[in-house]
């Protein structure tokens, strides 16, 4: 399980995990993590581990900027660089890494979801 790469990240493991699954608090939610075995396991699935399955987690920040210092970030921490970030055709800028159980996560600056004082995404109406 990637435990020690989300605390290199700085995210605080609650007391409410155990050897099985950890839970991070975030901002307005729970990361639950599991390793991709016990993942598999409690879904009923096989594990395949054939690369890309579909969904990715995402992490939005001010800038463009912001984009690379925390691709740099993770990469310093653990994680895999999938795709450099870059201009994105939609008008924003990312990238891609994976965390070291192979969960996407893409960093993005998306100019038209400008973020709260919290750093919460704010969706238009």
């Known amino acids: 399980m990637s435990i020690a790469y989300h605390e290199r990240l700085g995210w605080k493991r609650s007391s409410a995990s155990n050897d099985q699954i950890t839970f991070i608090?975030?901002?307005?939610?729970?990361?639950?993590l599991f390793s991709?075995?016990?993942?598999?396991?409690?879904?009923?699935?096989?594990?395949?581990?054939?690369g890309f399955a579909g969904v990715t987690l995402a992490h939005n920040v001010p800038s463009d900027r912001g984009v690379d210092a925390v691709v740099r970030?993770?990469?310093s921490c653990g994680a895999r660089l999938v795709r450099k970030p870059e201009k994105a055709s939609?008008?924003?800028?990312?990238?891609?890494?994976a965390d070291p159980d192979g969960h996407l996560w893409e960093i993005s600056?998306?100019?038209?979801?400008?973020l709260d004082h919290h750093g919460h995404i704010v969706l238009p109406a």
Do not use: I
């Open 36 to 50: 991709r075995v016990a993942l598999a396991t409690d879904a009923g699935v096989e594990d395949g581990n054939c």
């Open 90 to 97: 939609w008008g924003g800028y990312s990238g891609y890494v």
């Open 25 to 32: 608090q975030m901002k307005g939610l729970v990361l639950a």
């Open 73 to 75: 970030f993770a990469l």
């Open 109 to 114: 600056h998306n100019p038209y979801f400008p």
